[in-house]
């Protein structure tokens, strides 16, 4: 079972990597939907409790930011209605001091995908990471690692891209970046 279980980790780790290197904020979502909702069962197979609950929380959270389009989705409530799940799913699923780095990176990564600021969100991708790491060194989860690496490495590469590279053709142009980037 945990063969397994570290195969669909593997697929988890390759929805997130790709999630990054979105231009628009709801394939971004969707992507992460995907990849929390394979990490639950992942994380379910290594008996890593909190990241269960806080990949399930992650699942419902990715879902309703990605209808800010409609009425019901822009609510604020919303935000505050997952950092309450994800405390207290945390205290819920408690293994130790070692949840308090996945329970703080989740509140930090609702507050991000909230946004609707992609710069700021793929700069939070890029820190994010280093507070899972731990917890996934700890209960030996490879595509959780993986996910930590390759997520610092994809956020680099889509700062690169798009905050970095771009600003300096843009103002050739004379194009105000802030228009030119889908959300």
Known sequence: ???????????????????????????????????????????????????????????????????????????????????????????????????????TATLLLTVTLYSDNLAFMRKMFLILPFLYIAYNVVKRSWGGIGNDVFCIVSALIAIWRFDIKKKPAEEKAGEDPSDSEEV
Request: glycine share 8%.
């Open 1 to 103: 079972m945990e063969t397994a279980g570290q195969i669909i980790g593997v697929f988890a780790l390759l929805a997130m990597v790709l999630s990054y290197q979105q231009k628009n904020r709801k394939t971004l979502l969707w992507l992460q939907m995907l990849s929390n909702a394979l990490y639950a069962v992942h994380y379910g197979t290594l008996g890593a409790t909190t990241m269960v609950v806080m990949s399930i929380v992650n699942v419902a959270r990715s879902f309703v930011f990605s209808k800010n389009d409609t009425k019901w989705g822009k609510s604020r409530i919303w935000l505050y209605l997952f950092l309450a799940l994800t405390l207290a799913g945390g205290i819920w699923a408690w293994e130790g001091p070692l949840s308090l780095l996945v329970i």
